[in-house]
């Protein structure tokens, strides 16, 4: 309860039941101090009773101890009460005190304390008795709220409703923002405005020990106590929390699975209609496409697994205007575009899993979508190492499994392209001998006429461009393969 009531005659004789008790409002303390809550009374006749006393208190005293004339004393003891600080202080006449001490008076004053002036008849467990029966009566209708909050969200959730459409429910209950974050604090899903201020509260949702969740709660646009009326509802969003993680139910849109589903099954078959796909699930066909693919490098719980894809998932929606994913078991894919700036999308990803070094991530890029087939194959055949990783422009099996798509080509393109950074030629010449005669220095240096250093400089230079190590032999087959492939190419154009 608070001190509201007593701006208004009417609502104060309700309050004190009975209407000649003559209890009056001598001092309305500060702006908002009579809204402030009360949450027990304190009758005290210490000169500093702060040491037994809480938030939100309402003061009982008949001053006793405080029969002096001296403002110091009263301004030093009313100090010490907003401190606390206390919701008002209630001054009882006729045990000490004849009338309202004026120190006593002014002090409020000074500090915006509200003070009540008792008359002698108006005993001080009449007050805490209506007190206590106020408190019980809010605190019945708090959780009363709480409970028809926690079954009409209950309804929603087993009606099919997503976890955000609930909080959603909650958020207009509350009147403020709430967000389901993580042990990181991050936010996996979000609903509701805040009216200002910071997280008021957080409470622990039912989640397991595989990952805990809270819920918290910022710019609160009012008194109401949120234990109360979140505690039954946090049980529901806990365990539609955990159902969403751990049900075998895809969380995807069904025209992103469609996409990505033909994506991983193309095969360079020109008559796969990607375009047309891409299109119908919110997708730039024409544009550049970066892709992260999550798993586990071993044991992982599948409800961890998809909560920090999830994290993942919607932190990466900041940084990119579109965002597309599908679930698979132990996988999850996903198809980013428009990407806000030159972010580094590696170093962006790490932060997403600093605390899941178990888990397994490949990050791609890829700049048309006939190469999206093969980047995504190959980023795939890259999982199980745990950590987070950039997979290879190319692999062997992907070349071999592309030939002879547009896709393809662009990829060996791409791969080979850091060899123009000489802008000679020197190094592709010299990166194609080193591959047709397996690596012999010597014939190597008979065909370019070079010295065994310079050939060991541009071998060192090579590998640094391409980011490749030329003595792992899948590497370097896979290499040749594409230096063959663009060299075709070329022969195709002047052909024609």
């Not at 894809?309 to 579109?322: C, D, S």
């Not at 392209?417 to 005669?437: K, N, S």
Request: proline share 6%.
């Amino acid at each position: 309860m608070s001190l509201p009531f007593l701006e208004d005659p009417c609502e104060f004789q309700t309050w004190s039941e009975t209407p000649d008790l003559n209890i009056r409002l001598r001092v309305p303390g500060g702006a908002g101090r009579l809204a402030r809550p009360i949450t027990w009374c304190a009758p005290t006749e210490h000169m500093d009773p702060t040491p037994f006393l809480s938030v939100n208190a309402l003061v009982l005293t008949n001053g006793m101890g405080l029969n002096v004339t001296d403002f110091r004393i009263w301004d030093a003891y009313v100090e010490r009460l907003v401190a606390v600080p206390v919701s008002g202080l209630a001054f009882g006449l006729g045990a000490a005190h004849r009338e309202l001490p004026a120190g006593l008076v002014r002090a409020c004053e000074t500090h915006g304390l509200p003070l009540l002036e008792l008359p002698p008849e108006v005993p001080f467990v009449l007050i805490m008795r209506h007190v206590d029966r106020v408190i019980a009566a809010e605190r019945y209708e708090e959780l009363r709220k709480g409970w028809e909050l926690a079954d009409e969200c209950t309804r929603l959730a087993a009606d099919g409703h997503s976890l955000a459409e609930v909080l959603e429910r909650v958020a207009d209950a509350v009147d403020a923002r709430v967000a389901v974050i993580d042990q990181n604090a991050f936010e996996l899903v979000a609903a509701g405005t805040a009216h200002g201020g910071t997280t008021r509260t957080a409470l622990r949702l039912p989640s397991g020990e595989s990952a805990q969740f809270r819920l918290a709660i910022e710019g609160i646009g009012s008194n109401i106590v949120l234990q109360p009326i979140l505690g039954p509802v946090a049980a529901v969003i806990g365990m539609q929390l955990s159902y969403t993680l751990g049900s075998h139910s895809p969380l995807h849109s069904v025209e992103a699975a469609r996409f990505m589903e033909a994506l991983y099954e193309d095969r360079g078959d020109p008559s796969t209609p990607l375009r047309r796909y891409a299109l119908e699930s919110g997708c730039d066909p024409d544009g550049d496409w970066d892709t992260v693919l999550v798993g586990s490098s071993g044991e992982v719980a599948p409800a961890r697994l998809r909560a920090i894809a999830w994290r993942a998932r919607v932190g990466l929606q900041g940084a990119y205007g579109t965002v597309r994913f599908m679930e698979e078991s132990g996988l999850t894919t996903l198809l980013l575009q428009h990407r806000h700036g030159p972010a580094d999308l590696l170093a962006a990803v790490r932060e997403f899993f600093v605390d899941a070094p178990e888990l397994s991530v490949i990050v791609a890029e890829s700049a048309s979508l006939g190469e999206l087939p093969l980047t995504l194959q190959l980023a795939r055949r890259q999982m199980g190492r745990p950590g987070v990783h950039h997979a290879p422009p190319a692999d062997l099996a992907g070349i071999v499994q592309g030939l002879p798509s547009p896709g393809l080509v662009a990829m060996c393109q791409r791969l080979l392209a850091p060899l123009a950074a000489d802008g000679g030629g020197a190094l592709h010449e010299t990166f194609d001998a080193y591959l047709r005669h397996s690596g012999n220095s010597a014939r190597i240096c008979d065909e370019l006429f070079i010295h065994r250093n310079t050939l060991s400089y541009r071998l060192r230079k090579i590998e640094a461009l391409l980011q490749l190590d030329l003595t792992d032999g899948e590497v370097r087959a896979t290499c040749m393969l594409a230096l063959s492939i663009v060299a075709s190419l070329k022969v195709d154009a002047k052909l024609v």
